[in-house]
């Protein structure tokens, strides 16, 4: 798992300043949201490299086919990741091509992440034989739910993951240090319950965002763009899965959840009431339009995005050893 991480971290920063120096000569840039949709400082980051998430893709894919043993199920991971990643791929290069903040249409995204949570649903079931359940996390109960209410919580989760890190990723290394804390607490999960192969692939997968926070930090030199924001919401989606913890990945990636959240509840409130909860949403540009500097609001949200991972991994180590009770 260390050598993992480490091979990840190390390829991305051999490869980053290559890379991001291709990207730049061919004018690969962020395209901004026109003003009053984010704060005023951030018209300075148009133009700024993006697609950075193809190296995290190739750092976290390269160390983990060599390492593992490629087992089924971690292979699904990351099937779930690249797939994801290839939708906000195609997302990111309509953004290039038409030279505007907006690509794929909301629509044609969740249909691509419908068709990879419906092949998470009949791999895992099918293939790896995962039962069709939801576990409750203090209950110690699973209950069965049946195929088709699991692929609905499999949808949410995936399609609900890979939005929500891509509302995250708006400041610079926000999203990447959030999603390393997150995929730690993952890490760790798969390691207690033995889960080698897995383990293996979010240790490279954290290695992958420790190394991209190279290049990533304030003042960033290169934005993951929706190639890496959604490959890493697949990731860590698929990873909830694979764990049987969908449920209790609301705790461990709480700080994903606020941010989706503070977005889904600005609208309705607005539609509504006409009126607005928030200064702006995600509820990182409030803090900023609340005069929080951008590097105060990324530390914060990290050290939130830690703590809420260490009491995810609490909740489950404290059920590890008891047996689920299966209700049906």
Same mark, same amino acid.
């Given at each position: 798992?260390?050598?993992?991480?480490?091979?990840?971290?190390?390829?991305?920063?051999?490869?980053?300043?290559?890379?991001?120096?291709?990207?730049?000569?061919?004018?690969?840039?962020?395209?901004?949201?026109?003003?009053?949709?984010?704060?005023?400082?951030?018209?300075?980051?148009?133009?700024?490299?993006?697609?950075?998430?193809?190296?995290?893709?190739?750092?976290?894919?390269?160390?983990?086919?060599?390492?593992?043993?490629?087992?089924?199920?971690?292979?699904?991971?990351?099937?779930?990741?690249?797939?994801?990643?290839?939708?906000?791929?195609?997302?990111?290069?309509?953004?290039?091509? #038409?030279?505007? %903040?907006?690509? $794929?249409?909301?629509?044609?995204?969740?249909?691509?992440? !419908?068709?990879?949570?419906?092949? !998470?649903?009949?791999?895992?079931?099918?293939?790896?034989?995962?039962?069709?359940?939801?576990?409750?996390?203090?209950?110690?109960?699973?209950?069965?739910?049946?195929?088709?209410?699991?692929?609905?919580?499999?949808? $949410?989760?995936?399609?609900?993951?890979?939005?929500?890190?891509?509302?995250?990723?708006?400041?610079?290394?926000?999203?990447?240090?959030?999603?390393?804390?997150?995929? $730690?607490?993952?890490?760790?999960?798969?390691?207690?319950?033995?889960?080698?192969?897995?383990?293996?692939?979010?240790?490279?997968?954290?290695?992958?965002?420790?190394?991209? !926070?190279?290049?990533?930090?304030?003042?960033?030199?290169?934005?993951? @763009?929706? &190639?890496? %924001?959604?490959?890493?919401? @697949?990731?860590?989606?698929?990873?909830?899965?694979?764990?049987?913890?969908?449920?209790?990945?609301?705790?461990?990636?709480?700080?994903?959840?606020?941010?989706?959240?503070?977005?889904? =509840?600005?609208?309705?409130?607005? #539609?509504?009431?006409?009126?607005?909860?928030?200064?702006?949403?995600?509820?990182?540009?409030?803090?900023?339009?609340?005069?929080?500097?951008?590097?105060?609001?990324?530390?914060?949200?990290?050290?939130?995005?830690?703590?809420?991972?260490?009491?995810?991994?609490?909740?489950?180590?404290?059920?590890?050893?008891? =047996?689920?009770?299966? &209700?049906?």
């Amino acid at each position: 798992m260390l050598i993992a991480a480490i091979s990840a971290a190390t390829l991305l920063m051999f490869l980053g300043p290559k890379f991001i120096a291709w990207l730049r000569a061919n004018e690969v840039g962020q395209f901004v949201r026109p003003p009053g949709m984010i704060p005023a400082g951030h018209a300075e980051k148009q133009g700024t490299p993006t697609m950075g998430g193809l190296l995290i893709l190739l750092a976290t894919t390269l160390p983990f086919v060599i390492l593992s043993s490629r087992s089924t199920e971690a292979m699904l991971v990351l099937f779930t990741t690249i797939a994801c990643g290839a939708i906000g791929f195609v997302d990111d290069f309509m953004k290039i091509v #038409k030279k505007r %903040s907006l690509g $794929l249409s909301g629509r044609w995204r969740m249909f691509g992440l !419908l068709i990879v949570a419906a092949i !998470l649903v009949w791999a895992s079931v099918d293939v790896v034989g995962l039962p069709t359940t939801l576990t409750v996390p203090l209950l110690d109960r699973s209950f069965e739910i049946g195929v088709v209410a699991f692929f609905v919580v499999v949808f $949410l989760v995936v399609s609900g993951f890979a939005n929500a890190v891509n509302l995250t990723d708006g400041l610079d290394g926000l999203a990447a240090g959030v999603c390393a804390m997150v995929l $730690l607490a993952y890490t760790a999960i798969a390691f207690v319950s033995e889960q080698r192969d897995l383990a293996i692939f979010g240790a490279t997968l954290v290695g992958a965002c420790v190394g991209f !926070l190279w290049f990533n930090s304030f003042p960033a030199a290169v934005f993951m @763009g929706d &190639t890496g %924001s959604y490959a890493l919401g @697949g990731a860590i989606a698929a990873m909830a899965v694979m764990t049987k913890t969908e449920l209790l990945l609301i705790v461990i990636g709480a700080i994903l959840v606020a941010e989706a959240l503070s977005v889904i =509840i600005q609208v309705i409130v607005f #539609k509504r009431f006409r009126r607005r909860v928030f200064l702006m949403t995600p509820v990182h540009h409030h803090f900023e339009m609340a005069a929080w500097s951008e590097t105060k609001i990324i530390v914060r949200f990290w050290l939130l995005a830690a703590m809420f991972a260490g009491v995810g991994f609490t909740l489950y180590f404290r059920d590890l050893q008891n =047996i689920p009770t299966l &209700t049906p």
